[in-house]
């Protein structure tokens, strides 16, 4: 991957998970890192799904490997959530993050 296609800002968030006075478990989303990103959208004809299962807004993020990234943190970018689907690792150095648009 060369530096010059990370044209993106992308920030990851982790939830932290805290119970309030009145006994509820709420969700915060933290920081965890701000990245350069390439970003390559999917048509829904290209995803190996049955019939109308396939997510409306499937986005590729690739970017630097960071360690510790997992599906269960999220992705901003350009101010819209993204849940993580899948991580894909390329060599050492590289990941690719398969997100869906959070509604």
Do not use: C
Not at 31 to 42: E, H, M, R, S, V
């Amino acid at each position: 991957m060369r530096s010059g296609s990370l044209t993106h800002t992308v920030n990851i968030e982790r939830a932290a998970r805290t119970v309030e006075q009145s006994g509820a478990v709420a969700a915060t989303w933290m920081p965890l890192f701000t990245l350069k990103a390439a970003i390559d959208t999917f048509d829904k004809t290209e995803i190996d799904e049955p019939f109308g299962e396939a997510a409306d807004a499937l986005v590729i993020f690739s970017m630097r490997y960071r360690p510790g990234v997992t599906t269960d943190d999220r992705l901003i970018y350009q101010d819209e959530a993204f849940h993580i689907r899948a991580i894909r690792l390329i060599g050492r150095r590289e990941m690719q993050l398969k997100a869906e648009r959070a509604n």
